[in-house]
């Protein structure tokens, strides 16, 4: 899409002039119309401004767009049109003052497809690797009804949410894999370098070596002559579980794995659960059917295993059971959120008892994680000890039983 410079004068009669992505000079007058600017004279742009965009469109292509992101512009649309600003001049300003050249570009493109006639959850649809179907579900739904300020306000406090589990649950994990690895390549070097040097040393004694420096010496013999391969063996099944894991099977069985993980599996699942739940009410809130609603949050767990349980909870409430039954049913939720989910439906305000359900598995799931580190770490300590102990056996047996044959002669 070509770049037009323009010149033109504002309700005040001021001069203004700037840049504009259209299709066409009259797409151009038409925007800088809807903005209150008087057009005087519209050009394409000199070449070296195309190839200051080229750049810019490369940088904004190599950036990525975080939850972060997606949160503030949510809460800024709120603001804005809670402030009665019509949807395109929002959109233009939020391009103009977002420092991510990536979101810049594709709100940009919202404004294009808006200006083409498109409704705001259309435009959003054709950038599915920023906007998930739960946001552009709900953006339908309010503006259908009317509340898109709503809408985005309860998507701007569910990102965030979303942002501050995903991080808490990287600060927790991020010691134990540090340490888990640390290990790891301690060993590796160990192998490699200072065990065949004492294995040296023991060969020109006539003694029995112990069981544990045998082991020792046989793995480090191992280590050196095929370190390649060992790394390459590595490297490939990296790639191999991670080709793996991007196939239907391969995620839903990852995905299964991850919740039974000792520790980490219980808060992993609480996590998913709280999201879900949340999810479901903001959609319930927003007035989406409860049917649609499932479907649509099934793909926003970010987990195979637990999508698997709520198309089953789908299932159960097409066929015209209650909530509570079918969600009993899949066996996710322990009684006392049955308990909260039955209330719920009984009184009629199950979107309201969704929100406590999804409160009460944050609150867990922030118990768990500021606890994390206490619950792993005498597992790392039991891990690294016997390391040691295997490293201290090899290496020091062998010097007892030389003291010992040094006594006797």
Known sequence: MPLFQYKGRNQRGEAVRGHLDAASPDAVAAQLMNSGVIPIDIMIAKAREDVFGALHSRLAASTKITLTDLALFSRQMYTMLKAGVPIMQALRGLRESTRNPALASVIASLSESLDTGLDLNSALRRHPKVFSSLYVNLVQVGETTGSLQEVFLQLAIYLEREKDTRD??????????????????????????????????YAGFKIELPWATKALIASSNFTVAYWPLIVMTLITAVFSIRYYIRTTEGRYRWDKFKLGIPVVGKVIYKATLGRFTRALAVMMKSGVPLVQGMTVVSRAVDNEYICDRIVQMRDGVERGETIARTAAATGMFPPLVIQMISVGEETGSVDELMFNVADFYEREVDYDIRNLSTALQPMLIVFLAIMVFILALGVFLP????????RKG
């Open 168 to 201: 808490q649950m990287k600060s927790a994990t991020r010691y134990p894999i540090f340490v888990v690895a640390a290990i790891f390549i301690a060993i590796f070097i160990i192998n490699l370098f200072v065990i065949p040097t004492f294995a040296k040393v």
């Open 399 to 406: 010097m007892w039983d030389l003291v010992q044959v040094a």
